[in-house]
């Protein structure tokens, strides 16, 4: 079976003051069996910021090939054709799979204009969105993101954290009315996880840690609230290879 960990991050982080060591991403992988990890840079605010840290994944996941792959995330704010050739870059140069809003850190509405882009930078590069939810209401609650799901329906918005828990009825709500939203509930308890699964389907529910240390308590969870052989195989990865395309990564 193959494992994804679907979110994690590398390097300093400028908004939350954190460091994300590359050891801890390689060792956390060695000790838990994890085939696969989703990695985006900490974030920052300015861009030649965020284009050295998406240059050090890069490096990073080529370091380590068949096993590491990037996220972009750079702040929607930034001036809209700067945006726009970075995302591209990172997908379309540095093998990237996805791109990342976090409505809290980086003040944006994921109903707004600057999120708007993102969505359609998204369509037109055929890629997932992920979108931080849980802490940072309002623009962090799942709620926000009916209505960029349903006007975006080809694209692929995943909930990160789902809510974190305090709202995981509303990501639970969310996407039972948007079919292209998907979880990814690292830091949710296992029995909301079990709840989605049985109403939305294993296929839309993906394993992530958001740190290192925590990637071994996600892939427990997943492995110990209810859900059978078939819904576990799903969710710790069989899901996010066809959602990011993985099974495509040895040959970036």
């Known amino acids: ?35 696969i990890t989703i990695v ?3 974030l920052w605010v300015h861009l030649a910021d965020t284009q050295r840290q998406h240059d050090a994944i890069a490096a990073f996941a080529a370091a380590h090939p068949g096993r590491f792959v ?36 980086h003040a944006v509405n994921p109903a707004g204009r600057a999120a708007r882009k993102v969505y359609e930078i998204a369509a037109e590069l055929d890629i997932p969105v992920m979108i931080h939810t849980g802490a940072g209401a309002p623009w962090a ?9 349903q006007a975006f329906p080809h694209v692929p918005m995943v909930l990160a954290h789902a809510g974190a828990s305090v709202y995981a009825a509303e990501a639970l709500l ?6 292209n939203i998907y979880w990814e509930p690292s830091w949710t308890g296992g029995f909301n996880v079990r709840e989605f699964v049985r109403a939305c389907g294993a ?29 576990q195989r799903e ?18």
């Not at 908004?15 to 069996?33: K, R």
């Not at 609650?141 to 799901?149: D, F, G, K, M, Y």
């Not at 993906?206 to 209810?226: L, P, V, W, Y």
Request: hydrophobic share 35%.
């Open 1 to 35: 079976m193959t494992t994804v960990d679907t979110h994690s991050h590398l390097g300093w982080d400028e908004i939350f003051d954190h460091d994300f060591p590359a050891d801890a991403l390689v060792q956390a992988q060695e000790a838990n069996g994890v085939n």
């Open 40 to 42: 985006q840079p900490g």
């Open 70 to 105: 990037g996220m972009a995330n750079p702040n929607p704010h930034m001036p809209d054709d700067d945006y726009r050739r970075e995302v591209t870059r990172c997908v379309r140069e540095l093998g990237f799979v996805g791109v990342k809003i976090h409505p809290f850190a």
């Open 141 to 149: 609650l799942p709620s926000t993101l009916i209505e960029p799901a």
């Open 174 to 179: 969310v996407a039972k009315l948007c079919p």
């Open 203 to 231: 296929h839309r529910c993906m394993m992530g840690s958001d740190h290192a240390d925590n990637q071994a308590t996600e892939i427990a969870k997943f492995r110990t609230c209810g859900l059978t052989e078939d819904e």
């Open 235 to 252: 969710c710790l990865g069989a899901a996010a290879v066809r959602l990011y395309k993985l099974g495509e990564i040895g040959n970036r």
